[in-house]
């Protein structure tokens, strides 16, 4: 089998028209959303990423706010900003960039960033609500791989889903996704005794283990979907994901590159995040 390649920027790009549909029906009702981004310090990587969320945050029609602070901010002017974007109600999503400069408390600030407003979907009490199935907000990336996996048509249910990575940004919230559509989900992580033999069970495969091309092709089911997560550079400066990407597309069915898969999706959830937190914030449908 050779496998379809799924277009990220394509998915991408219908989900921010999708979005830009939504900011426009809320401009009727005289609602702008707004997002806040704080960033503290100059990591460039960061820059980038902040500078990517204005860009799209303009083509979607949110206003977007950027909060930019000096390296050596204390923690105690780091936490009156989020405070005082927290209080305000024309700001309906908000976030911290990370890392932070190593003296600030990355766990105090988002424990700081009210639920309803936390459209990274990092808040213990957001990923919680995940868990128990209640109404909130789901982190980005792991929003993006189900809106790849709706994409593809695939119904989960019943299904045997393998994520390999534990993280509590993409792997555990992507299992519990999963979950919640009635597949029967394995997680397996680095100290899985025979990742081959789990990975080779999967009728879906998500990755996200940040380890380039950590899982061979030949380990992958024949007809199986491959959703890889990561974004690996190699010493010869490549970009690559955790899979094999030549001998995982040669039996899987459906597989996302890297770059141009699962990447592009984040800032996109991230609007759709946004959107939907002002609609909720002003009782609007959804
Ligand atoms: N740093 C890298 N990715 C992210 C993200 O999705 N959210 C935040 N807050 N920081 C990041």
């Not at 920027?9 to 549909?21: F, S, T, W």
């Not at 299904?159 to 993409?170: D, F, K, M």
């Not at 996302?256 to 759709?272: E, I, R, S, Y």
Request: hydrophobic share 45%.
């Amino acid at each position: 089998m050779t496998a379809t390649i799924i277009d990220g920027n394509a998915i991408a790009q219908r989900k921010r028209a999708e979005v830009a549909d939504r900011v426009a029906a809320l401009a009727r009702s005289g609602i702008t959303p707004g997002l806040a981004v704080v960033i503290v310090g100059e990591d460039p990587a960061s820059q980038v990423y902040v500078r990517n969320k204005e860009k799209a945050c303009a083509e979607v029609g949110i206003r977007s706010e950027k909060v930019e602070l000096p390296e050596q901010t204390t923690q105690q002017e780091l936490m009156a900003v989020v405070e005082q974007l927290s209080a305000r109600s024309d700001i309906h999503g908000m976030l911290v960039q990370f890392p932070l400069p190593d003296h600030l408390d990355e766990d105090a600030v988002v424990e700081a960033i009210p639920v309803t407003k936390d459209v990274d979907g990092f808040h213990p009490e957001s990923i919680g609500r995940l868990l128990v199935g209640k109404e909130t907000l789901v982190s980005c990336t792991p929003a993006g791989v189900m809106a790849i996996l709706e994409e593809t048509g695939v119904d989960l249910k019943g299904n045997e889903v393998v994520v390999v990575g534990r993280s509590n940004n993409v792997g555990k919230p992507v299992a519990l996704l999963c979950l919640a559509q009635h597949a029967t989900v394995t997680q397996c992580h680095s100290r899985t005794r025979d990742l081959p033999g789990h990975v080779g069970l999967a009728d879906v495969l998500i990755v996200a283990v940040g380890r380039p091309e950590m899982v061979k092709g030949e380990w992958i089911k024949e007809g199986a979907i491959v959703i890889d997560v990561g974004i690996n550079r190699t010493e010869d400066g490549r970009l690559v994901g955790d899979v094999e990407f030549e001998t995982a597309a040669e039996r899987a069915s459906a597989i996302t590159p890297v770059p141009g898969g699962v990447g592009p999706m984040t800032v996109a959830m991230l609007m759709q995040n946004t959107v939907l937190a002002a609609e909720r914030a002003t009782g609007r449908p959804q």
